[in-house]
């Protein structure tokens, strides 16, 4: 079951088509890679499928819904929800802090309601435990009380995917979470990922140049060439694809 899908998207810069007629399905609780060359229009794509971009022509759905166009905080509110390449914590707070204060729709966040403890402390309470268990599920319950602005880079990605993950998120749109960072903590971020879709149904899009570490979670490849898919399957079916091979997989280590 395909729970977002693009019916030939178009966008264009001035002459120049990024996208040129994207048909896609996202399939409900799995992990799609979306790969490509530099330039081929990954970024582009997302864009337009998280409200940052209005297509000039094609239709986004979500859940059989037209959202073509809508902007991101509506987005937000139906489930959708992405990361950037370069994450954007509040760099004077806490990690802890920072996942808090993401969640969505909280109680102590209206005048009145604030008055009252009683009203919004049980929540309070759930975010704290939610907060805590994502720390714990990906290893960085010790960096909790760290400032954001004492992350490395990498942790700092992290913490722009956990931010994104205290939200009731039904599709995560991340692009490149692992760039340039330490194998071993991309690794991990990749596998809990891929246990958070198979447990608990979160759908995941990600746009990823790693393609040793991405091809090991993936249960979708779409591969983005001159604005156009190129071929959609499985890890093993794209990767082999001998277009591919030939216009962006050459200039990649990736491991069959």
Known sequence: MEILETIDIVKKFGEFRALNGVTLGVEKG???????????GKTTLINCLTGVYRPD??????KGDDITGKAPHKLRKIGIARTFQIPAPFKKL???ENLMVSAGNQLGEDILKALARRIWLPQEEELT????????????????????????GGQLKLLELLRLLM??????VLDEPVGSIHPVLANKIFSTVKAMSEKEGITFLIVEHRLDIAMRYADNVCALVEGKILCHGSPKSVLENEELQRTYLSLKNVRK
Do not use: M, Q, W
């Open 30 to 40: 799995k992990v799609t890679v979306l790969i490509g060359p530099n330039g081929s």
């Open 57 to 62: 022509e094609g239709t986004v759905r979500y």
């Open 94 to 96: 806490t990690v802890f």
């Open 129 to 152: 435990e939610k907060s805590l268990a994502l720390l714990k599920s990906f290893d960085v319950e010790g960096k909790r009380n760290n400032l954001a602005y004492e992350l490395s």
């Open 167 to 172: 939200e009731d998120v039904e599709l995560c």
